[in-house]
């Protein structure tokens, strides 16, 4: 494919979001972006079909927080299916209206509240919530749902779900330079680089 | 592209052996991503679906119909439109209950617990599995729903305040099956979606009016493939594949304590829990077999779903289909250990009393069939294959029925003996849950990618057409 920098613009000369570089397989995807992390660029992303191995260690990131929401959203589950089981089936709260107030269920004369005939039911309530931290938490720290990104606007794009790879640097960037970028991502043997223009507000 | 026929697929190379200090390749035929993409994405993208497709869904809405009608027949008249009545007041009702939550199981075992073991030859039917797994689950919630007799109050089993002062026995087994079943289809069902968020993505890239890019779009929730979302979305993957590992065992667990923390002989045991989880594997897997077959077929994906695929899951199949064995005889053996006359009595009425005919339906279904595939033959033929899994899905069937109903027909004392026959409305609402998972099956593998294509991508190796997929 031919090494090529589309430059044509509306008269209105729109506000840059970024530089779009598009590589052949995921081997290059890393090489570059352990390229463009050594030439200290902080604004940048790679954009894949399918998670790359060995890219994480080339863009230097960081472990995400994920696990320790999930932990903290499990424990909510935890205590919060032990004090259900246990208000509305142990408990006997004078002052709480009618409605809400638990009352000790006597039944075949076991003790009102015991740990093994709670277990199943707090099993349940933690997987739940540690499982909606997880999924929330991962829509949460990715900024998803988002209905549109600059990036749609490129048609060489709407391949990175398919079968190239990409990588971002964005205008925003402390050190970018629309030309010294450019040059730079064609060093690195992208395929192509293409402008993105910041989308409609 | 259109569907492809079976007839018109290049004859593949066999994968089903084994040479030491090699992978067998994954995926067959040199497709590389783009042809991997084009060959699953092909499938929604069609423009018009094929006559065969129109036809299994409208045999399977006229079911889905069916099954309504009968629902609301049922909860107009009274769930006596059933031949349930004491002294086997469940019968039916909580089978069906029991074998579609089964069914979900090997949903799960595929998408999470292969996982968690690096399977990855996974990768090409789980997707397939989870959406198995979710209308399973669909098709089971209904059962306990309309059997309650007042269906309209079915939300008083969940813990909310109310001015009747009332709330649910926290330490009932039919209460921990209400949040275990809940709990289950609830993370199923994120676990499916959240795997299929990237594909979603696919859709919405390929996408060519107007109609499809908006849905699709809606659905993926502006995934861009993010090296840093995918960071996050691996790890939440992985999350829930540790979460539903645990869950997917203790749902069926949660299911035997219905009955093994009864007093009734028959259900009154402790090995439940371990055969009732292996039996659900076991179910389920013949399911995703008598679905996968037909559909690699039909839409051309036998060099995704290989034959490779096929082998292993029979393998799988007979794996726990050996459990399952081992299970009966253990269950014989503790009742005639046990020296108890109503546990003995209890277990010669299930082989020799008047459902006789249904427990040695069962044995043969569940024991005697899946022996064939000891036979690398028996594995790799489709049609064996098929027919093998075609009896486990009516043996799963028939062992819940033996469980459920010889035990409440003959308990201790004779005069409190009684039988059971179906009525017709029984054997319709056993149809219309299949017309109802059929529905939903016919249009997620119309309108969804029924292969996770992004985690094919993943297992796949960095070199392209040729040698692709030489991973293992």
């Known amino acids: 494919m031919s090494v090529e920098v589309s430059t044509s613009r509306p008269p209105a000369e729109p506000v840059l979001y970024g530089l779009l570089a598009e590589f052949d397989d995921p081997a290059a995807l890393a090489r570059a972006a352990a390229a463009v992390r050594q030439k200290g660029y902080t604004r940048w992303d790679a954009h894949s079909p399918f998670p790359v191995h060995g890219l994480d260690e080339a863009m230097g990131a960081r472990r995400t927080r994920l696990p320790l929401i999930a932990l903290i959203a499990g424990l909510c589950g935890l205590i919060g299916g032990l004090k259900l089981a246990w208000y509305t089936n142990a408990s006997d709260l004078a002052f709480m209206p009618s409605f809400l107030r638990g009352y000790p269920f006597m039944i075949s004369g076991k003790p009102v509240f015991s740990l093994p005939a709670n277990i199943p039911v707090v099993f349940e309530t933690t997987v739940l919530l540690a499982a909606l931290g997880t999924v929330l938490g991962m829509l949460g720290l990715n900024r998803l749902p988002r209905l549109h990104h600059p990036l749609f606007a490129s048609e060489r794009f709407a391949r990175a779900t398919t079968d190239r790879f990409f990588i971002v640097i964005e205008a925003r960037d402390p050190r970018f330079d629309r030309r010294a970028a450019a040059e730079f991502l064609r060093s690195l043997g992208a395929a192509a680089v293409e402008e993105v223009a910041e989308g409609p507000p | ?472």
């Open chain 2, 1 to 472: 592209m259109a569907v492809r026929p079976a007839s018109m697929s290049p004859s593949l190379p066999d994968n089903t052996g084994e040479i030491p200090g090699q992978r067998a390749p994954l995926v067959l035929g040199g497709l590389d991503y783009a042809g991997l993409t084009d060959r699953v994405c092909s499938i929604p993208e069609q423009p018009t679906a094929p006559p065969a497709w129109w036809a299994t869904l409208a045999l399977a809405a006229a079911g889905l119909a069916g099954f309504l009608c009968l629902i609301g027949y049922l909860v107009s008249t009274g769930i006596g439109v059933w031949g349930n009545n004491q002294p086997v007041a469940w019968a039916f009702d909580i089978t069906n209950f029991v074998f579609w939550i089964g069914i979900g199981h090997a949903g799960t075992l595929i998408s999470a617990i292969l996982f968690l073991f690096r399977q990855n030859w996974r990768t090409s039917i789980n997707r397939f599995a989870e959406a198995m797994t979710i209308f399973a689950v669909m098709c089971a919630g209904i059962f306990p729903a309309i059997h309650v007799g007042r269906p309209w109050l079915a939300y008083w089993m969940a813990p909310y305040p109310n001015q009747m002062g009332m709330w649910p026995n926290f330490r009932s087994p039919l209460l921990w099956d209400v949040f275990a079943v809940s709990t289950y289809a609830l993370v199923s069902l994120m676990f499916w979606y959240v795997g299929m968020i990237p594909d979603l993505a696919t859709l919405r890239d390929r996408a060519r009016t107007r109609m499809r890019r908006i849905l699709y779009g809606l659905f993926a929730l502006g995934w861009t493939g993010s090296a840093a979302h995918w960071r996050r979305f691996e790890c939440a993957y992985l999350l829930l594949a540790g979460l539903a590992t645990p869950l997917v065992l203790s749902v069926h667990s949660v299911v035997s304590f219905d009955f093994a923390t009864s007093q009734l002989p028959g259900w009154h045991t402790t090995i439940f829990p371990p055969y009732f989880v292996a039996g659900a594997v076991f179910g389920g897997f013949a399911m995703v077999l008598t679905l996968v077959i037909p559909a690699r077929t039909f839409f051309g994906l036998q060099e995704v779903i290989t034959l490779r695929h096929i082998e292993n899951m029979n393998k799988v199949l007979l794996a726990t289909g050996c459990i399952v064995g081992y299970a009966y005889g253990v269950e014989l053996f503790i009742a005639w250990y046990s020296g108890s006359g109503f546990e003995r009595f209890a277990f010669a009425n299930r082989m020799g009393g008047p459902m006789a005919w249904a427990y040695w339906i069962m044995v043969g279904c569940n024991v005697v069939a899946p022996q064939l595939l000891w036979s690398k033959f028996c594995r790799t033929n489709l049609w064996v294959t098929l027919f093998v899994a075609m009896c486990v899905n009516v043996g799963m069937w028939f062992e819940r029925f033996v469980i459920i109903v010889s035990s409440l027909s003959r308990d201790f004392v004779p005069s409190s003996w009684g039988g059971f026959s179906p009525t017709w409305v029984d054997f319709g609402m056993l149809a219309g849950s299949f017309g109802l998972f059929f529905t939903l099956f016919m249009l997620f593998v119309r309108y969804l990618p029924i292969v996770a294509m992004a985690e094919i991508k993943h297992v796949m190796p960095a070199g392209h057409a040729g040698d692709a997929g030489r991973a293992g």
